[in-house]
């Protein structure tokens, strides 16, 4: 069983800082992609960013220049440095791990989900 575990939400004004992490622990061989997602009220979840076991990343366009993803393998946690905080991203984040594990000597790779933050920002 695998478990993530997401802090530092809150609320921030609009142009303001906010930093997230998402610790990820259990059984697990290794951790492939770490992603964050959001989700606001009647919306569907979408893509924030994610990152590779090796540091490559990817954000969404709407976020670019604004947050940055990172993320530390020895301790198995990933954060999201969030700038020029603006209204619109206000959301529930999601941390998501893809991971894999070992078993019979074959390698099959699973996903799991935080239990979500909530990002408010607003003046």
């Known amino acids: 069983q695998v478990q993530l575990v997401e802090s530092g939400g809150g609320l921030v004004q609009p142009g303001g800082s906010l930093g997230l992490s998402c610790t990820v622990s259990?059984?697990?061989?290794?951790?492939?992609?770490l992603g964050w997602y959001r989700q606001a009220p009647e919306n569907q979840r979408e893509l924030v960013a994610t990152?590779?076991?090796?540091?490559?990343?990817n954000y969404d366009d709407s976020v670019k220049g604004r947050f940055t993803i990172s993320r530390d393998n020895s301790e198995n946690t990933m954060y999201l440095q969030m700038n020029s905080l603006k209204p619109e991203d206000t959301a529930v984040y999601y941390c998501?791990?893809?991971?894999?594990?070992?078993?019979?000597?074959?390698?099959?790779?699973?996903?799991?989900w935080g239990q979500g933050t909530q990002v408010t920002v607003s003046s």
């Open positions: 998501k791990a893809v991971y894999s594990d070992v078993a019979f000597g074959m390698a099959r790779f699973y996903e799991a």
């Open positions: 259990g059984k697990f061989f290794s951790i492939a992609t």
């Open positions: 990152i590779t076991r090796d540091g490559s990343t």
